[in-house]
């Protein structure tokens, strides 16, 4: 219910614009979380951006990332710029409705995309 598009191969130093569009209900009244999950490792919350457009980033990535919404078209991006080869995994969205903001971890969570890869090289 939940696809996510714009991951790929780029150096370092490059940026990507990932975009979450859902499919069968609209984002708007949705809390939107992305998170990543790189080989070996746990599944890391990145960004989450409420339903009023607050948003959250994990300390790796602020000043590099920003998550915006844009409801006409049903879609939440993730901008990355100055992307790191520490950057490279897999990148999720993730949605949920219930009350408070952020949820920085997977649970809770009601959909969830089936990702896309995002390799940085070096």
């Known amino acids: 219910q939940l696809v996510e598009s714009g991951g790929g191969l780029v150096q370092r130093g490059g940026s990507l614009r990932l975009s979450c569009t859902a499919s069968g209900f609209t984002l708007n009244s949705y809390h939107i979380g992305w998170f990543r999950q790189a080989p070996g490792k746990e599944r890391e919350g990145v960004s989450c951006?409420?339903?009023?457009?607050?948003?959250y980033y994990t300390d790796s990535v602020k000043g590099r990332f920003t998550t915006s919404r844009d409801n006409a078209k049903n879609t939440v991006y993730l901008q990355m710029n100055s992307l790191e080869p520490e950057d490279t995994a897999i990148y999720y969205c993730?949605?949920?409705?219930?009350?408070?903001?952020?949820?920085?971890?997977?649970?809770?969570?009601?959909?969830w995309g089936l990702g896309t890869q995002v390799t940085v090289s070096s």
């Open positions: 951006i409420s339903n009023e457009g607050m948003t």
């Open positions: 993730a949605a949920y409705s219930s009350s408070g903001f952020p949820h920085r971890q997977p649970s809770g969570y009601e959909y």
